[in-house]
C-alpha cells in the first residue's frame, strides 16, 4: 500500500511565477494537510482540506490556495512567488482511525 | 514563546550510549506525535502518546500530561539513528492539525 505520495520531488521557480504541488493521501485516509518548512526550523501549518473544502488555515497569505478532489488528492497553489517562499512543502494525510502519514515533500526553491 | 519547545536542539553522542530528548508543549493537547526526519525531507511517524509510555524497539517515549512533558529515548544508539527528531502536538481546540517543535539533529558517531 503505497503511503502519502508527492509531486514534483524537487521544483526551482522565479520570482513572480505561480506554482502548484500535488499530494496523493495514503488509502483510507481522508484528511489532507499541507505545512512549510523552511531550513533549520520545524514545519509550519498552512492549510488543511477535509470533504473538499478548507477546514483549517495557518497564518499564510492569501497568495496560498488549495484544492481537494473527490479522490481526496489535493493541489497547493502559490501565486507571486517570492525568495521567501523558498522551503520544503511537506503533505501529511490523515483519518481520525489511523492517525498521521507525511509524504517525502517538495522543496521548492525561488531564485 | 513557542507552544512546543524542544531541547537541546543539538545533541552528539557516541555508539552505544543512551540517548534523551524532551519536548514542553503549553496547551492543552489530545496526543502528542515524536517524528524522524532524514536528511532529503521524508517524515516518519514514530510514536503516537496521549498518556504513558510506549516502546518500539529501541525507541521508548513517554508522556506526562499533568506536567505537559514528554521525552524521546535511544537506547544503545548507533549511527543509522543519526536524524532529526521533532516533538509535534494536536491541540485540543484545533482537531487533527499539529503544532511542531524546531526539531533536535541528532548524530551519533561509530
Known amino acids: 500500500d503505497a503511503g502519502v505520495t508527492q509531486s514534483p520531488t524537487h521544483l526551482i521557480k522565479t520570482r513572480g511565477q505561480q506554482v502548484t504541488l500535488r499530494c496523493s493521501p495514503k488509502s483510507g485516509h481522508d484528511t489532507v494537510s499541507w505545512y512549510q518548512q523552511a531550513l533549520g526550523q520545524g514545519p509550519q501549518f498552512i492549510f488543511q482540506?477535509?470533504?473538499?473544502?478548507?477546514?483549517q488555515r495557518g497564518n499564510f497569505p492569501d497568495r496560498f490556495s488549495g484544492h481537494q478532489f473527490p479522490n481526496y488528492s489535493s493541489e497547493l497553489n502559490v501565486n507571486a512567488l517570492l525568495l521567501g517562499d523558498s522551503a520544503l512543502y511537506l503533505c501529511?494525510?490523515?483519518?481520525?482511525?489511523?492517525?498521521?502519514?507525511f509524504g517525502s515533500g517538495t522543496r521548492l526553491t525561488v531564485v | 514563546k513557542n507552544e512546543v519547545e524542544q531541547s537541546p536542539q543539538n545533541l552528539t553522542a557516541q555508539e552505544g550510549e543512551f540517548i534523551t530528548i524532551n519536548c514542553s508543549y503549553s496547551v492543552g493537547i489530545s496526543a502528542l506525535h515524536w517524528l524522524q526526519q532524514h536528511p532529503g525531507g521524508g517524515i516518519v511517524s514514530l510514536f503516537m502518546l496521549s498518556s504513558g509510555k510506549k516502546k518500539h524497539g529501541r525507541l521508548i517515549a513517554t508522556i506526562n500530561i499533568q506536567e505537559k512533558h514528554s521525552s524521546l529515548h535511544i537506547t544503545a544508539s548507533h549511527p543509522r539513528d543519526s536524524a532529526v527528531y521533532i516533538c509535534a502536538v494536536d491541540e485540543e481546540t484545533s482537531g487533527s492539525r499539529l503544532t511542531f517543535g524546531e526539531g533536535t539533529q541528532l548524530t551519533v558517531n561509530p
Open positions: 482540506y477535509y470533504e473538499e473544502e478548507e477546514r
Open positions: 501529511a494525510s490523515s483519518s481520525w482511525i489511523y492517525g498521521y502519514t
